[in-house]
């Protein structure tokens, strides 16, 4: 009756008003201390952009924008060792502390040339880290990279604001960080012209090239004919395709990975599901012929190995040449993936289109002042591999597949 939905909306409005602060983690352990942090960071976020309707608001559209961006250029997934939702948040809100009494397409324009310049592996930190917590609560274990090995071995350091601090993005691999700061750079250009007047922010959204910019890529086709059973290999294959991109980042054999993160996921007429990845490759100079056999191993040794694999359940992977990939690679993303983001502030639906999300930014366009610079680190020399690498090289196409694990086709 509207007494019980009058008293459920009472209780909502209640709990959304909850801060929790550093005393509610007293006599909590790690586990549930971990667990509270994603609340707690998103509330120290919004805290830091403040409660001025217009900054938030400036806030939220920038991220929405650049969560976007990222999405069509295949750069969001914490899974596949890019960044997620709480990534760029932290991004965003970062320019936004630097410059308070921006607007969105300043914001938007100071992000992409912030990142893109940014001195990778030097920490994003939104605050001094808090080396310990409050009285009453236990000791935990934070991002310290002078005193732990793996710590130090992390490559694009994002780091959590409230105690204990954590990276957030321990997961990024080079051939992941290279994309991102590629993309960063080209959004860079397009942010400076749009400054110009030579183009407009919805050519952010305007496809991507990566289909384009490499000559070969090697397609991941995880398919089965239960949908049930599609369902769980699927995820199985997606959790540990961070090893698989890793494996086929290897300067002794001359090879850089370039992954899109982004399955393509459909029913064919047959009526098997197949959800298809793509890494694209490249290979140094004097690289005449690659066995990828041996950069693909670990992957196809944990996923055949798996205690849950039915006959349904299969797993194709190919070298493709740019001339010949499928046809629903170089489809426009227009519309937002069906799924709900992890730090979803709003009740947006996925029926927004891209002209809508930048349509907040045309009133202020003509604001932008392009000559205006926010503190940025200064860039670091990019690691080099042991061969050099040429963009885009052809003359070393993989021709040889070796692997003797069954129920994994290797072409």
Known sequence: NNEDDDEQDEIADKIAEVVVSDQMLIGLDETSVRCVNGVRVSQYLLAIVGTNPTRLESFRLTLRIVKEWARVHGLYSNVLGFLGGVNWAILVCWVCKENPNSKPSMLLNLFFRTFANWSWPHPVLLAKQQLHPIKGVSSHPIWDPVNNFRDAKHLMPIITPCYPSMNSSYNVGEPQLRRIQDELRRATKISHDVCFGRKTWSDLFKGNDFFRQHANYLQVDISSTQEDDFREWFGLCEARMRILIAG?????????????????????????HVSSFFVALRFAEDTEKVDLGPLIMDYLQIVNSWDGRKETMDLAINIVSQKNLPSFAFEVECEKENEVDDDSTSSETSTNTNEEIVSGLDDDTSNVDASKATKTVQKSPPRSAKKKLEPGHDSGTPSMFISPLKRAKIS
């Open 248 to 272: 086929l980042e290897n300067p002794s054999f001359g090879t850089q990975a370039y992954p899109f993160a982004k399955f393509f996921t459909r029913k064919e007429e047959d009526g098997k």
